[in-house]
């Protein structure tokens, strides 16, 4: 019988793009589908795939959520809060655990340069303990931490909000713009090489190349700030440049808002260590594996933001 592959939650941007891939890969019947609203996955479900409903902020769901799943596709809690995230990635780590899961890919992120246990962004925080947790399981399971590269659509993030629809003249941010810069990659080619580690894991678990380790997946080459800024102003028609400014200053921007903010808290000024990251070249590693899993060269940021916004 053919591994059952548990995908949750079978949402948001990565999760789906993760589940398309699959369909090309495996049969509906491998996959078990969990997510706060599975009905999304409908058609999969007359298909033969197990849909289920699980939701990390109700741990209770989780009891019985991966029954029968050999292989768990765990996709991080959507934050970067710190505490309540690595609770929710335990919480459910051990339900797997208990419902006989085998083999845990947990999505991290491209922080910590080229797979280090130490980043100065405090997005990165939650990534590394749950990474640790993962490592340290003598349960009969094993895992595989995929360093998801910062996604090229995840550019408003580091560009003050930047609206491409109604762009300032300047992107105002604790960055000079020079590099070290960012080894931008295409979210789907994320869940498209994630889906691929996952059947390759499937082929040839005891010799898998990422048995109880981390990969790194990014795009072709680092691009720096000021650079990234350029390619977005000429997709949006209109030349764009950066001017730093301090934390405090870039803590009170009006567009800043409520973007940052978790369970209540303003974790704005928190955020702003990702810059700090990227300036310590965390985010500027170039990794051959992506290559390598896709058989082929990553898109190139300027063709992905041209698809975007062009």
Same mark, same amino acid.
């Given at each position: 019988?053919?591994?059952?592959?548990?995908?949750?939650?079978?949402?948001?941007?990565?999760?789906?793009?993760?589940?398309?891939?699959?369909?090309? %890969?495996?049969?509906?019947? *491998? %996959?078990?589908?969990?997510?706060?609203?599975?009905?999304?996955?409908?058609?999969?479900? *007359?298909?033969?795939?197990?849909?289920?409903?699980?939701?990390?902020? *109700?741990?209770?769901?989780?009891?019985?959520?991966?029954?029968?799943?050999?292989?768990?596709?765990?996709?991080?809690?959507?934050?970067?809060?710190?505490?309540?995230?690595?609770? /929710?990635? #335990?919480?459910? $780590?051990? &339900?797997?655990?208990?419902?006989?899961?085998?083999? $845990?890919?947990?999505? +991290?992120?491209?922080?910590?340069?080229?797979?280090?246990?130490?980043?100065?962004?405090?997005?990165?925080?939650?990534?590394?303990?749950?990474?640790? !947790?993962?490592?340290?399981?003598?349960?009969?399971?094993? !895992?595989?931490?995929?360093?998801?590269?910062?996604?090229?659509?995840?550019?408003?993030?580091?560009?003050?909000? %930047?609206?491409?629809?109604?762009?300032?003249?300047?992107?105002? @941010?604790?960055?000079?713009?020079?590099?070290?810069?960012?080894?931008?990659?295409? #979210?789907?080619?994320?869940?498209? &090489?994630?889906?691929?580690? @996952?059947?390759?894991?499937?082929?040839?678990?005891?010799?898998?190349?990422? %048995?109880?380790?981390?990969?790194?997946?990014?795009? #072709?080459?680092?691009?720096?700030?000021?650079?990234?800024?350029?390619?977005?102003?000429? /997709? $949006?028609?209109?030349?764009? #440049?950066?001017?730093?400014?301090? @934390?405090?200053? !870039?803590?009170?921007?009006?567009? $800043?808002?409520?973007?940052?903010? !978790?369970?209540?808290?303003?974790? +704005?000024?928190?955020?702003?260590? /990702?810059?700090?990251?990227?300036? *310590?070249?965390?985010?500027?590693?170039?990794?051959?594996?992506?290559?390598?899993?896709?058989?082929?060269?990553?898109?190139?940021?300027?063709?992905?933001?041209?698809?975007?916004?062009?």
């Amino acid at each position: 019988m053919a591994p059952r592959i548990g995908v949750f939650p079978a949402s948001g941007g990565l999760g789906t793009s993760v589940v398309n891939h699959l369909t090309k %890969l495996a049969s509906a019947s *491998q %996959l078990v589908l969990i997510a706060r609203s599975p009905d999304k996955w409908s058609t999969l479900g *007359q298909a033969g795939a197990t849909l289920r409903t699980a939701d990390y902020d *109700q741990p209770a769901t989780l009891d019985h959520a991966f029954d029968g799943v050999d292989i768990l596709m765990l996709i991080s809690y959507a934050s970067f809060e710190i505490k309540h995230r690595v609770e /929710a990635h #335990r919480t459910a $780590i051990e &339900a797997a655990i208990k419902s006989g899961v085998k083999h $845990i890919f947990y999505s +991290s992120l491209g922080f910590a340069g080229h797979l280090t246990d130490r980043s100065v962004a405090h997005v990165m925080g939650a990534h590394l303990e749950t990474e640790q !947790y993962l490592a340290g399981l003598t349960d009969n399971i094993t !895992y595989t931490s995929i360093r998801e590269g910062l996604y090229s659509e995840s550019f408003p993030i580091y560009t003050a909000w %930047l609206d491409p629809a109604n762009p300032p003249s300047e992107i105002t @941010i604790p960055h000079p713009g020079t590099g070290p810069g960012v080894s931008w990659v295409k #979210r789907d080619e994320l869940g498209e &090489a994630t889906a691929k580690l @996952i059947m390759s894991f499937i082929d040839h678990s005891e010799n898998f190349k990422y %048995l109880n380790q981390k990969v790194l997946l990014t795009g #072709r080459r680092e691009i720096s700030l000021a650079e990234t800024v350029d390619i977005l102003g000429r /997709a $949006i028609g209109k030349p764009l #440049r950066i001017r730093k400014i301090s @934390i405090d200053e !870039y803590v009170k921007l009006p567009q $800043i808002g409520d973007k940052h903010t !978790y369970h209540g808290v303003d974790l +704005s000024s928190e955020w702003t260590t /990702a810059w700090e990251a990227i300036k *310590q070249g965390e985010t500027a590693v170039v990794s051959p594996a992506m290559k390598e899993i896709l058989g082929r060269e990553p898109e190139s940021y300027e063709t992905t933001i041209q698809a975007l916004i062009g």
